[in-house]
């Protein structure tokens, strides 16, 4: 194992590029941050009844997740006991057992092993219990979201959470009902290390007038650009000990860009309900992370996971999250709204994908690799602020994303449920 501290100054706000590129770091990565982390696996209104399943990954193990006759969502390591084969390469659907193609071993919903193809073959020593698939051990929700963890002392979900829970309320439960996903899931390649991706969506909204003015200027009813004078935007950014982060500018009154979705909304009972700190805050156009690599994105409705596929490519799986009360046709406005500005070909999107593939395509120069990146705005300026929970910065400030990297550093230099049980 690497000891990463010399790369990761946070304090200073210091950042090696190795970090992006470097193939041992991102093997450890996969050991002792995607192992024992808790990573988003999908909603819960994609299971409506047992057999209904979706597969996805964490990390770079492949995952079932599935709905068990008893209606409790479980998952399985997507691979046959056998000798390994992908078990169920479907997207998604509903079945009653999950049957390998290679030799024909079939699985029920609760992972056990139901049937061998030629089993008098075998010896006597040889017990299916023994051969059932492969459980991830903690698997927990949030108001709809799915997370699991392979490690079986994981601290809760929701204490791993903390604080973060108030900036996810503001997209998660601004509806008694809650939220439901509309729509496929989206899925599309990037050239990129994950962390590009998920720290930015983190920490940086300094990114948003340079990257994505001329996307600002077509949307903007007057075609004026972004003003120049960012500082003076009112807004906080919350980083987490647990390195999650969340940023968002701070309106007199909150706003929807999609119009039927802003005349949707009662604001008087959003204020009531969440408060009026969220509702001007967290609940306007923000962007957050919760560590390690899944974002959302509360105005448009889009919730994503970074999928890693090794230390320069990124596979982006993307939902749209509607409130569950919503009309049909609102309903219809925030999917589409979400499409023009983050979906694969949104406008926001395709400025973002950019610049992460800019960064990595020239990061494999030794001389490129040995400067250290800066994550400095905003140094010491983290604090309680007395409104917001947790550690709180100004809106364009690095705070997050130092909050990120310290606690990515952490949990790479400790040793993971896997080396010391
Ligand atoms: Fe699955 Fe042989 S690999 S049955």
């Not at 503001?170 to 998920?198: C, F, H, Y």
């Not at 929970?389 to 400790?414: C, I």
Request: charged content about 25%; some cysteine; hydrophobic content about 35%.
């Amino acid at each position: 194992n690497i000891d990463v501290s010399p790369l990761i100054d946070s304090d200073g706000g210091l950042i090696d590029r190795s970090i992006y590129t470097d193939r041992e770091i991102y093997a450890q990565e996969m050991r002792r941050i995607f192992a024992r982390s808790w990573l988003f696996l999908a909603h819960e209104t994609q299971f409506k009844k047992p057999g209904d399943f979706f597969t996805t990954f964490m990390g770079e193990d492949p995952v079932i997740v599935s709905m068990d006759k008893e209606k409790k969502i479980r998952v399985y390591l997507n691979s046959c006991r056998h000798r390994g084969v992908r078990l169920c390469r479907a997207d998604a659907g509903a079945t009653k057992m999950f049957t390998c193609t290679y030799h024909g071993w079939s699985f029920d919903l609760a992972g056990a092993l139901q049937s061998v193809p030629n089993e008098t073959a075998y010896p006597d020593t040889f017990k299916k219990e023994n051969w059932s698939l492969i459980e991830v051990p903690r698997v927990e929700t949030y108001k709809g979201l799915i997370f699991g963890n392979w490690d079986k002392n994981a601290d809760s979900l929701e204490d791993n959470l903390g604080d973060m829970k108030y900036y996810m309320d503001a997209m998660l439960d601004r509806d008694p009902e809650g939220t439901e996903v509309v729509g496929g899931v989206m899925k599309w390649e990037l050239e990129g290390n994950w962390k590009l991706a998920a720290e930015q969506f983190a920490t940086d909204w300094y990114h948003v007038n340079m990257s994505h003015a001329s996307a600002l200027m077509v949307l903007s009813p007057t075609g004026k650009g972004p003003k120049a004078d960012i500082a003076a935007t009112p807004g906080r950014q919350h980083g987490s000990e647990n390195g999650h982060g969340a940023g968002f500018p701070t309106h007199p009154k909150s706003r929807f860009d999609a119009k039927m979705v802003h005349d949707y909304y009662d604001y008087d009972f959003l204020r009531e309900r969440l408060g009026d700190d969220a509702v001007e805050g967290p609940m306007t156009t923000g962007h957050a992370t919760v560590f390690p690599n899944f974002s959302y994105l509360p105005v448009n409705g889009s919730i994503r996971v970074w999928h890693p596929k090794g230390p320069d490519k990124i596979e982006v799986w993307a939902w749209i999250l509607v409130d569950k009360s919503m009309p049909q046709d609102v309903k219809d406005a925030q999917r589409l709204y979400n499409l023009r500005t983050f979906g694969p070909s949104g406008i926001f999107e395709a400025d973002d994908g950019e610049n992460w593939s800019e960064i990595q395509a020239i990061s494999g120069g030794f001389v490129t690799n040995s400067v250290p990146l800066n994550f400095q705005m905003g140094i010491g300026s983290e604090r309680e602020d007395g409104t917001y929970p947790g550690q709180t910065s100004e809106l364009y400030s690095d705070a997050a994303g130092r909050a990120f990297y310290r606690h990515w550093a952490k949990v790479m230099n400790t040793p993971a449920w896997h080396e010391t049980n």
